[in-house]
């Protein structure tokens, strides 16, 4: 028994800013002051407020300290650890109040959220599988086994209302139902960790802080659909993730939670690893079955479903990590707990990934029905730098921009896409007024030319002659007729794709055309960036009543484009200026601005 | 993707030819086999020359034309070496609504390669990359294995020197 345990977070974004020399120098003083058998440190999965990390919390008071640095180890030691004192002046300041310290889950940014695929993370030391056990988990897996029958199993979660979390928001349960009703001597049980939706990585979390949740739920799967393997397929770019999946995996098969003859029901079932290679069109569901095979990831045209012919031409589902994550809950608390949380369609809760110009970035687990405004005001703490809101985006390369218009709308799948964006993986990227809507449209339709896989022409050639109208828009080169063309464009190519990455690619494009047509057209008419974030468009002007002749900027442009003698105002000479904004950067006296 | 400023030639050693075999031999009879086999393979070698795949489709009788295909298809794969120091710069949402663009052009600025090419000394790689999930610390790129966040451009001349 230990008196405390310090948990730090070993997710990827707290490891990036030094979590392990924090584990390291946490081990060494705790040693150094005889407290080894007193004090437990261990290393958990995400805590989700990854802006503050690395990220400490000393149990059992709970205190919770943020940006925490090596050098700040020796005195949280001697003063917490040792003599009992928090050290104040390094926790989370939210939790900080007049009062005294209160409890994290009261702060903004936890007291609206509610944990279930995330319920583990941050709480377990997820390379442990006893802890996994020791928080109920493995439960459902047994109860399914021994009390219920294969049908019992897609009743709960049809009953339930889940829907799938990777983008499609298909419902799960009819999912499996389908994959249950065809016959075949083989079936699997795929599990689509491909997160490719950049800014979203609230799956890679769930892998790192409780990788047995996602095993628990595939071994359920696969006795419900008739399966006795199954396959991950993680992305390459996620080494802690697929460390952590190899580590969960060899316990469970050592347990005999996975193999064969499962709690001694004769049930068999295992899980294999199948690392991604980089391709965004893999996150597609025929495309990851195919790569799984051992091809080129090209999507296949549907039907036949997966569910009907999938991988190795076997009847397969697929689902999504943060999908798994809610099933075994689901089966231990009933269908009925879960379809209490959330709106008439959109029934649980969503993972978000908060990034881009917000106060904290990180997870979020909400229950479906929490409007935009709470997401972003309350618990994001809002825009940072007195900033004014412009939009958020969500789905990624295939969702949309939300305007301040519908900042009171609840999230729910069909809200989402009723205001023409879509809940996609769950990514939520905050823009300001210094984000220009088109660059942001341009910037996805590069992504998809990037990743788009070729094999139809609307996506292969459509995407390019979208990504050249566009560019065209912020060289300020573009006529109205262009902008007709490209709208035009954007169905044509919504309506005749093979795939989903193809389809919804003009989605970007049409939500910002949507609500932002204003900035389109002053790019266009007016030969204006109004957010002032197009290069082509820009002209760096020095203002001569504030300019005080210090030759600051004259000697950091790189160009030599400013001219000028000490103390008297300088200019900037348009024809050789590379618009680099450094001199901005430089001035002392707000003398330089956009025009 | 491509380095296109220079061709290193081949030099593989006896003792990467064994460990590719033996990789193979472990894995051949897997379903789906062909993309672990070259993912281990560009761990052993550092990327996917001609000379790797030709290897790779003798022992496991896969046509070449199948292996390059995939090899093409997928950007973690390389057929060019990378550089000492690999540099990725995450152009993913969160990373470039925060400035990921200019760290990027400082880097070619710097460096005098472009996406996907190395300097000719083979020092430096250059790349671009889709979120490395480090997006509480935006804008974020890697040098190797080191993550380097909440950067401005200004930063990257003293975070090179550290490799020069």
Known sequence: ?595 | MACKKQTVPFSGTKEQEEALKKVIAELKDTPGALMPIMQKAQEIYGYLPIEVQTMISDETGTPLEKIYGVATFYSQFALQPKGKYKISVCLGTACYVKGSGNIFSKLEEILGITNGECTPDGKFSLDSCRCVGACGLAPVMMINDEVYGRLVPDDIPGILAKYK
């Open chain 1, 1 to 595: 028994m230990y008196r405390s345990h310090v948990l730090v977070c070993g997710g990827t974004g707290c490891t990036s800013s030094g979590s392990p020399q924090i584990i390291e120098k946490l081990n060494e003083e705790i040693i150094k002051q005889g407290l080894q058998d007193e004090v437990a440190v261990i290393q958990t999965g995400c805590h989700g407020l990854c802006a503050l990390g690395p990220i400490m919390i000393v149990y059992p008071d709970a205190s919770f300290y943020s940006m925490v640095k090596v050098e700040d180890i020796p005195e949280i030691v001697s003063e917490h650890l040792l003599k009992g004192r928090v050290v104040t002046r390094l926790l989370y300041k939210e939790t900080v109040t007049a009062a005294g310290v209160r409890a994290l889950i009261d702060t903004d940014f936890y007291k609206k959220q509610h944990r279930v695929a995330l319920r583990n993370c941050g709480v377990i030391n997820p390379e442990v599988i006893d802890e996994y056990i020791g928080t109920g988990g493995y439960e459902a897996l047994g109860k399914v086994l021994t009390e219920m029958t294969p049908d019992e199993v897609i009743q709960v979660l049809l009953d339930s209302g889940l829907r799938g979390r990777g983008g499609g928001g298909f419902p799960t349960g009819l999912k499996w139902k389908l994959a249950k009703q065809n016959d075949g001597d083989q079936k699997y049980v795929c599990c689509n960790a491909d997160e490719g939706d950049p800014g979203a990585f609230m799956d890679r979390s769930v892998l790192e802080g409780d990788p047995h949740v996602v095993l628990e739920a595939m071994a359920i799967a696969g006795y419900a659909i008739g399966a006795n393997q199954g396959y991950i397929y993680v992305r390459a770019e996620y080494p802690i993730a697929v460390e952590r999946l190899q580590i969960a995996i060899k316990q469970a098969r050592e347990y005999n939670l996975l193999g064969k003859d499962i709690f001694g029901t004769g049930f068999d079932f295992d899980i294999d690893l199948r690392l991604g290679a980089g391709a965004f069109v893999c996150g597609e569901e025929t495309a990851l079955m195919t790569s799984i095979e051992g091809k080129r990831g090209e999507p296949r045209p549907r039907p036949p479903f997966p569910a009907q012919k999938g991988l190795f031409g076997k009847p397969t589902i697929l689902n999504n990590v943060e999908t798994y994550a809610n099933i075994p809950q689901i089966i231990l608390n009933g269908p009925e707990w879960f379809a209490s949380m959330g709106t008439e369609k959109s029934k649980g809760t969503k993972v978000f990934a908060l990034g881009g110009k917000i106060h904290n970035t990180g997870l979020v687990e909400i229950p479906m029905g929490t409007t935009l405004r709470e997401v972003i005001e309350e618990i994001g703490g809002g825009i940072p730098d007195g900033k004014k809101f412009k939009a958020a985006q969500t789905g990624g390369p295939s969702g949309g921009c939300i305007p301040a218009e519908h900042f009171d709308i609840p999230i729910d799948y069909d809200n989402l896409i009723s205001i023409g964006s879509m809940m996609g993986s769950g990514g939520l990227i905050v823009m300001d007024e210094d984000d220009c809507m088109v660059d942001i449209a341009k910037f996805f339709l590069e992504f998809t030319v990037e990743e788009s896989c070729g094999k139809c022409t609307p996506c292969r050639v459509g995407t390019r002659r979208m990504l050249e109208i566009l560019t065209k828009i912020t060289k300020g080169q573009a006529t109205m007729e262009d902008l007709d063309k490209l709208e035009e464009l954007c169905y044509y190519i919504k309506d005749n794709s093979l795939c989903g990455l193809g389809q919804t690619a003009p989605n970007p494009v049409l939500s910002t055309l949507r609500y932002f047509r204003d900035e389109y057209e002053a790019h266009i008419k007016e030969k204006r960036c109004p957010a002032g974030v197009c290069k082509a468009l820009l002209s760096y002007v020095i203002d001569r009543d504030k300019c005080r002749g210090c030759t600051l900027c004259a000697r950091t442009c790189p160009a030599g484009a400013i001219i000028g003698t000490v103390k008297n105002p300088h200019v900037i000479d348009p024809d050789k200026c590379v618009k680099c904004g450094a001199c901005m950067e430089k001035c002392r006296f707000g003398a330089i601005y956009k025009k």
